[in-house]
């Protein structure tokens, strides 16, 4: 009569597993509703291989006239960028007595800080790339996301610049609209056509950007002059971007060609059991890269 005692006392962890990944799954369900990595990167999955590497591409001429035979344009592959895919895994461990005596929901508490730690692990990651966007050199072309020295293409060190100084306001706003308009450059010296249309900003500075892009007068002024900017961009506020001060002007359409999160395993919650310590284990094993094959889907200020 003992056996159906022997056969719970055995398997706790595995009675208790279906609960902990339901609480697991809803919060890390919550908490990835509120991130920005869908709203800001091109997101992939990845089935095999170690690395996923990417490219630019440069641009193709204008279109002369027809004089009876097609010419045919070829276009340059420009820097390649190499995305890996490191190993990221947590756990914790559950006591059989704990888990006979648990009265106020502590087991409950730690499949719901795995999901947690999940997502700010991810979103810590993708804000990573702004975060460093005027210091990292783990770029295609070998310098900032946003810097002053961007060459066109890995023939011709003709550079661009891509970064600024100016605080956010809305004169700064429209100086960066249009340098995106008329001073962003392909590889082949054409403009680019980039149209900054997603301002980026850190939590301090959502007040100011929310005015510029939803004042219907003009803003910081007493003239009732109406406000260009009204309603014209959309705006991105992310707690994790570290920088009170500074802020970035985005293409969201380059932005989703240039920009990549690749998931090459998909976070994973599973649970094992220790027989001798009558432990139950749960772990969470993940594993993701990111990285851009191109820059001109951004313009960054560094505000001092």
């Known amino acids: 009569m003992?056996?159906?005692?022997?056969?719970?006392?055995?398997?706790?962890?595995?009675?208790?597993?279906?609960?902990?990944?339901?609480?697991?799954?809803?919060?890390?369900?919550?908490?990835?509703?509120?991130?920005?990595?869908?709203?800001?990167?091109?997101?992939?999955?990845?089935?095999?291989?170690?690395?996923?590497?990417?490219?630019?591409?440069?641009?193709?001429?204008?279109?002369?006239?027809?004089?009876?035979?097609?010419?045919?344009?070829?276009?340059?592959?420009?820097?390649?960028?190499?995305?890996?895919?490191?190993?990221?895994?947590?756990?914790?461990?559950?006591?059989?007595?704990?888990?006979?005596?648990?009265?106020?929901?502590?087991?409950?508490?730690?499949?719901?800080?795995?999901?947690?730690?999940?997502?700010?692990?991810?979103?810590?990651?993708?804000?990573?790339?702004?975060?460093?966007?005027?210091?990292?050199?783990?770029?295609?072309?070998?310098?900032?996301?946003?810097?002053?020295?961007?060459?066109?293409?890995?023939?011709?060190?003709?550079?661009?610049?891509?970064?600024?100084?100016?605080?956010?306001?809305?004169?700064?706003?429209?100086?960066?609209?249009?340098i995106g308009l008329t001073s962003i450059f392909n590889d082949r010296g054409e403009i680019a056509d980039v149209n900054y249309d997603t301002l980026l900003v850190p939590v301090h500075l959502e007040e100011t950007a929310y005015d510029i892009i939803n004042s219907k007068g003009k803003v910081d002024t007493a003239n009732n002059n109406q406000n260009f900017h009204y309603g014209r961009y959309k705006l991105a506020v992310w707690r994790r971007l570290t920088d009170s001060k500074s802020w970035f002007f985005i293409d969201s359409g380059l932005i989703k060609q240039f920009l990549y999160w690749i998931d090459r395993v998909k976070p994973e919650f599973k649970n094992d059991r220790d027989f001798d310590t009558m432990m139950a284990k749960w772990s969470v094993y993940m594993r993701f890269g990111v990285g851009s094959a191109d820059w001109r889907f951004i313009y960054g200020h560094l505000v001092a």
Do not use: W
């Open 2 to 178: 003992a056996v159906p005692n022997v056969a719970i006392s055995e398997n706790f962890g595995d009675l208790l597993d279906a609960r902990f990944r339901k609480i697991y799954q809803s919060e890390y369900k919550e908490a990835i509703d509120e991130s920005m990595i869908p709203m800001l990167f091109k997101v992939m999955s990845q089935s095999s291989g170690a690395d996923y590497r990417v490219s630019g591409i440069g641009g193709m001429g204008d279109i002369p006239t027809f004089d009876g035979s097609i010419t045919y344009d070829s276009f340059s592959q420009l820097y390649d960028k190499t995305i890996t895919f490191p190993e990221y895994a947590l756990g914790f461990k559950v006591e059989r007595k704990l888990a006979d005596d648990d009265l106020f929901g502590i087991m409950d508490q730690k499949p719901a800080q795995l999901a947690v730690s999940v997502a700010r692990t991810r979103e810590k990651a993708a804000a990573a790339v702004f975060n460093t966007a005027f210091t990292s050199t783990d770029n295609a072309d070998g310098v900032a996301l946003c810097s002053s020295s961007h060459p066109y293409s890995p023939d011709d060190s003709t550079t661009i610049d891509n970064a600024g100084t100016s605080a956010l306001s809305a004169v700064s706003v429209e100086a960066t609209r249009r």
